[in-house]
């Protein structure tokens, strides 16, 4: 087990709580992307615990999506295991994955498209654009100059695989929201 939350009751636990305060169906890679929000549980631990609670009774398969995946949704059971045992788990843990959760989920359902792009330059290295767009309107374009096509291709195919993640860390950059990155010496003497 390496899951940060520790063990696979605290793994059933965590989900458990996610998707009873989402509180509607949701198909697996669904499921596994709210819980992957943060780095809490590792994905063998996840797919585990997730057989382990459909076999035990606390999910069950709650129709299916328009492609025909079956979705899941926690128990009357279940319900009372994520109520009565949260305790065990840290609160800033669970309100922290629940907003993250949250904020992916939004982010799909807002029908958020997502653009990537690379241009071989003059000096042989790559611009990589990479654009998200709401409806019409742009909510974030930008682009980096990468020393290679391997790290062109990376560069895309991570921001497809996590857009809304890259989304929310630029956006903590550009607000002050994430000092742990900064050298914090750095920041003490510059206020000096």
Do not use: W
Request: hydrophobic share 40%; net charge negative; aromatic share 8%.
């Amino acid at each position: 087990m390496g899951s940060q939350i520790g063990s696979m009751n605290n793994v059933k636990i965590f989900v458990l709580y996610l998707m009873k305060n989402i509180n509607y169906p949701m198909d697996y890679v669904t499921v596994n992307d709210v819980v992957m929000q943060t780095d809490y549980v590792m994905y063998l631990d996840f797919a585990d615990a997730f057989h382990q609670m459909l076999e035990g009774g606390l999910i069950r398969r709650d129709g299916t999506n328009d492609h025909g995946d079956p979705l899941y949704s926690v128990t009357r059971e279940g319900c009372l295991v994520a109520e009565q045992l949260k305790c065990d788990l840290l609160p800033s843990i669970l309100d922290q994955s629940l907003a993250c959760a949250l904020q992916y989920l939004d982010f799909r359902r807002r029908g958020v498209t997502v653009e990537c792009q690379s241009q071989r330059m003059a000096d042989q290295t790559f611009d990589v654009t990479v654009t998200l767009k709401e409806k019409d309107k742009v909510i974030l374009k930008t682009t980096v100059n990468a020393d290679s096509e391997y790290h062109a291709t990376q560069m895309k195919r991570h921001f497809r695989e996590r857009p809304e993640v890259i989304y929310r860390g630029i956006l903590a950059l550009l607000t002050g929201q994430v000092g742990f990155l900064f050298d914090e010496k750095r920041s003490t003497d510059q206020s000096l």
